[in-house]
């Protein structure tokens, strides 16, 4: 078993690693343990049996379960009141006490008194480093804070994603039901006029809905254009001779007005097959 295991008993403790205090004021991203390995006391966790009256008027707070700590209340800025942990060993103001588990039981001491240090010291600030996340297996309460904001704030932003991507889709799923509903409304009428002719239903590329045509009123309509465009080649075939002699008449004198008449000439022709 390794030493800053947090799979070891709470009273348990580990031999402290082989090397010197002058090291480890030496070289301490090398030799020092990682506050992220101990076990903690924090101010807010050691807080959490008193009622906020007893907060505010008591001046002193010793733990049932740790009577070697106390708690001391005092003002910070506008804060009406401030509670803090006083180190056994330096008598430093501290927002938590740790204990690596090479200490003794009870032996809670603070950063400095046990010579420790933080994770982000070791293997570096960014949260995606792999060494970063695998020791830092007990976080700091300040930590755990930070972490659970993180979480919370990304939870906001996917919920925020989501109604977005569902406000953005209303209007596809309503103009959909509106189809359903109007071709459900349409359906046994259709049924009973047409009988055994085929159900034509047109739908518009980029815009909601559909509609649904005659076949009968369709086809009409197609051999409609039909005569129009063969109506429109015979118009453009008789006036043939007609534009020949003009561009005959006009070519000596306009070079311009030949070349005009020749794209439009070329127009017609692609389009109605002259």
């Avoid at 002719?197 to 509609?211: D, H, L, N, S």
């Avoid at 118009?235 to 070349?259: F, Q």
Wanted: contains cysteine; aromatic residues 6%; glycine residues 6%.
């Amino acid at each position: 078993m390794q030493a800053g295991d947090p799979d070891v008993a709470a009273g348990e403790t580990m031999p402290r690693p082989f090397h010197s205090l002058g090291l480890t004021a030496k070289k301490p991203k090398k030799y020092a343990g990682l506050v992220e390995r101990c076990q903690h006391l924090n101010v807010p966790d050691m807080l959490a049996p008193l009622s906020p009256e007893e907060r505010r008027t008591r001046a002193v707070y010793v733990p049932p379960e740790h009577p070697g700590v106390a708690l001391i209340r005092t003002r910070k800025g506008a804060l009406p009141f401030f509670w803090y942990v006083v180190c056994a060993r330096c008598r430093r103001r501290c927002e938590a006490l740790h204990r690596p588990l090479w200490a003794q039981p009870g032996d809670w001491r603070c950063v400095r008194c046990h010579g420790l240090t933080y994770a982000s010291r070791r293997h570096g600030k960014s949260e995606q480093s792999v060494s970063r996340q695998m020791h830092r297996r007990n976080p700091a309460y300040r930590t755990r804070q930070r972490i659970a904001r993180e979480r919370d704030k990304a939870m906001r932003e996917a919920a925020r994603v989501r109604r977005e991507r569902d406000r953005l889709a209303r209007p596809q799923r309503r103009a959909a039901e509106r189809d359903r509903l109007a071709v459900a409304k349409a359906l046994p009428d259709l049924l009973a006029r047409v009988k055994d002719k085929a159900i034509i239903v047109e739908a518009t590329p980029g815009k909601p809905g559909t509609c649904v045509l005659d076949y009968d009123a369709l086809m009409a309509a197609e051999h409609a254009k039909r005569e129009r465009e063969k109506m429109m080649r015979g118009v453009l075939a008789a006036d043939a001779e007609a534009n020949a002699a003009v561009l005959a008449r006009y070519s000596p004198r306009s070079r311009a007005l030949k070349a005009q008449a020749a794209r439009v000439l070329g127009r017609l022709a692609a389009v109605y097959g002259v």
